[in-house]
């Protein structure tokens, strides 16, 4: 496709992803200068359409980012009144009292939102600002001047399932930039391919990933609770994998419901949407749930190895933000206002560049800044909670955790240093012989669900005739190592339903309905053999997501 001629626009900074850390930074490049020029690019069909987070928001970002927001019709007004944590078991709950918790724990003050709807509105932000959206291109290659991120393509559509341009064929458009922020998300395409070529994660451990599903309900307004927050740990994950989950009362009699299991897990036959639909049916879970209405579903990756994980961010002609980078604090399970901070931060370290005639290097400003600032204070805090669950298990993290919370929040300093994460979350999947296959209760319906019948309320829709945008580098792979050793577990561990071995023996066969696919690129984290690569398919395609 080298040969194909492509029209190119040229930009002051091109961002790629409209989420938080975009937008922010579209929105700061503006304030900074209102004569630079700036294009945002989103694969989503809409600003939103992709975006899927909890979401309790600490204003933090949007205070440093747009400090008259509260006056501006953000979004953004459920204020949590009540914040419980519980230990599940199988039949009841312990309540864990809020008094031990470091503060940095506590979420008053925080806000209940749908981030989809509030990137919704900081679109409308940018855009008055003189910011240019467009959604519905993907971008899905990166253009290069030596070794220099110069642009990226964006917009290719019409492409045959075998690759070669079909009849309604168009070849998108170079996006070039003296600089490119990439704010794709977890696991982002183009990021997962700059972080290899300029080995970014060198001396830095692996990203860690936990994979979050959450469903919307309306329940009985009887038993809905404005503005109340509630996580759980324990069942049913036991020690099967870490994880837990999050109840979140909004408006309108609606509850965010969620659960999210740490992919390092061991059991190749563990199956993480399956553990979901069975944490529903807890007794406290399930009263709440009883005669309500699941109407939305979604999935997603979500970086879990915080400032141990954080690569190295800039490189020639950009930078990485947000979710790219891997700024998530698990504890809080919190990374919106991160996300935020990170784009106000490149977009400064961009237009100062741009104002000295600079252009295509690397913003080392940018580096430092993050490295320093209050997201290095957030993120240092937190540390050596995700690699003591790994390590230790869930109580003796809940207990040395917290104690090393309180440590870092009075004293500044860690009793523990800073811990290692070890190997990747491929890496920790054991092989089948070694594990029981798990017994899950078939969904009944009403309370929980199939995985097809979900998808349908995650709206996810691609158009059939293009290339499979989920890669095998070898074909052969699933079938002939990731089966006899692994049970295959791509079955299991993707919340869309995309993979199936159909046939045994002889027979079996390994089949792609990419069409399901929500985009939470868990297969392209977990796959044992690392053979799954998640591209881009074509722009506006995927799951429509409404208040995600």
Not at 66 to 78: Q, S, T, Y
Not at 182 to 209: H, M, N, T
């Amino acid at each position: 496709m080298s040969e194909i001629e492509r029209e190119s626009m040229e930009y002051d900074v091109v961002i790629v992803g409209a989420g938080p850390a975009g937008l922010s930074a579209a929105i700061r490049l503006k304030q900074i200068d209102p004569e630079l020029n700036v294009v945002v690019l989103e694969k989503g069909s809409e600003v939103g359409a992709h975006i899927l987070s909890g979401a309790v928001l600490d204003p933090v970002g949007l205070d440093q980012l747009l400090p008259d927001w509260r006056n501006m019709g953000a979004p953004i007004e459920v204020e949590v009144k009540h914040d419980n944590f519980y230990v599940l078991g199988p039949a009841g709950q312990i309540r864990i009292p809020n008094w031990p918790m470091p503060p940095l724990m506590s979420n008053h003050g925080k806000y209940i939102v749908s981030m989809g709807n509030v990137c919704r509105w900081m679109a409308e932000q940018a855009e008055a600002l003189g910011v240019e959206i467009f959604p519905g291109m993907a971008a899905s290659a990166i253009v290069w001047d030596g070794d220099r991120v110069a642009g990226v393509v964006a917009g290719e559509m019409g492409l045959d399932s075998d690759g070669t341009p079909g009849p309604n064929y168009e070849p998108g458009m170079e996006l070039r930039g003296k600089y490119v922020l990439l704010g794709e998300g977890v696991r982002g395409s183009l990021s997962k391919e700059v972080i290899a070529k300029f080995d970014l994660s060198k001396g830095y451990c692996p990203q860690k990933f936990g994979l979050g599903m959450k469903e919307i309900w309306e329940i009985d307004p009887k038993k809905h609770k404005l503005g109340t927050v509630t996580h759980t740990m324990g069942w049913p994950l036991g020690g099967n994998a870490g994880g837990g989950s999050f109840i979140y009362h909004l408006e309108n009699n609606q509850i965010y419901i969620g659960f999210v299991v740490h992919l390092n897990y061991e059991n190749p036959y563990l199956y993480p949407y399956m553990e979901f639909q069975r944490f529903k049916h807890h007794p406290m879970v399930a009263e709440l749930l009883e005669g309500g209405k699941r109407v939305a579903y979604g999935a997603r990756a979500i970086s879990e190895g915080g400032w141990q994980s954080i690569p190295k961010l800039t490189f020639p002609g950009g930078a990485l933000m947000g979710c790219s980078a891997g700024l998530v604090n698990v504890p809080r399970i919190k990374g919106n206002h991160n996300a935020m901070l990170s784009g106000i931060a490149a977009a400064e370290a961009a237009a100062a560049a741009i104002k000295a005639g600079r252009e295509g290097d690397e913003l080392v400003a940018y580096e430092a800044d993050l490295r320093s600032g209050p997201i290095a204070a957030d993120l240092k805090k937190v540390r050596n909670v995700k690699p003591m669950w790994s390590h230790w298990g869930m109580l003796p993290s809940l207990i040395f955790g917290g104690l090393d919370m309180w440590t870092n929040n009075l004293f500044g300093f860690s009793l523990f240093g800073t811990l290692k994460h070890g190997k990747n979350d491929a890496a920790h999947t054991g092989e089948a012989k070694n594990y029981k296959p798990i017994d899950y209760p078939k969904p009944d319906g009403k309370i929980s669900f199939d995985r097809l019948t979900n998808v349908a309320f995650s709206f996810t829709n691609h158009e059939e005739s293009q290339p499979c945008h989920l890669r095998l580098k070898d074909p052969s792979i699933p079938i002939s190592v990731n089966l006899p050793k692994f049970a295959e577990p791509a079955q299991r561990y993707c919340p869309a339903g995309v993979y199936e071995v159909i046939g045994e023996g002889d027979e079996a066969r390994f089949q792609i309905n990419f069409q399901n696919c929500v985009h939470c690129k868990t297969c392209d984290i977990k796959d044992p053999s690392q053979n799954i690569t998640w591209t881009t398919p074509q722009g506006g395609d995927g799951p429509n997501y409404p208040n995600m």
